[in-house]
């Protein structure tokens, strides 16, 4: 059987190629992984507290935030557009809780850029106790 002249073309020192195409694929990947950055930003958290219990520990004020994605990019990002919040609004005995830190930004922005966000740490514990009867 005769194969045409372009697939003979083709097929002719096919380790090469494959092993060229490989290399390539290397190359682009170690580029683009090589201009991934991060950088680490305070940002100030509203905290929500209960209304019939008192916080016993301390209450964070701020919180660092990782920005993580391309370096020419991750730097031209504001601080000021993420917010970060704390719920523990239904905590109704004393205790300890535990609440997840919620970050709020632009998403479909940030992920069309590659950009990934990530409160550290993502999750805050508080002491509750009784309210002072004074």
């Known amino acids: 059987m ?3 002249k372009y697939l003979q073309g083709a097929l002719y020192n096919w380790p090469a190629k494959v092993l060229s195409l490989v ?4 190359v682009y990947a170690f580029i683009q ?3 991934m950055g991060a950088r680490v930003v305070s940002i100030p958290i509203e905290v929500h507290l209960p209304t019939s219990l008192e916080a016993e520990s ?3 004020a701020s919180i660092e935030v990782s920005i993580q994605g391309n370096e020419d990019i991750i730097y031209l990002i504001n601080p000021e557009s993420i917010e970060a919040s704390l719920d523990f609004s239904s905590v109704d005995e004393a205790g300890i809780a535990t609440a997840p830190v ?3 930004y632009e998403e479909d922005v940030f992920e069309s850029a590659g950009i990934a966000l990530q409160a550290e740490p993502q999750y805050y514990r508080i002491l509750f106790g009784e309210g002072s009867d004074l």
């Open 33 to 35: 992984f090589s201009t």
């Open 2 to 4: 005769k194969l045409n």
């Open 23 to 26: 290399f390539a694929v290397l």
């Open 102 to 104: 919620v970050l709020r």
């Open 58 to 60: 301390l209450v964070p």
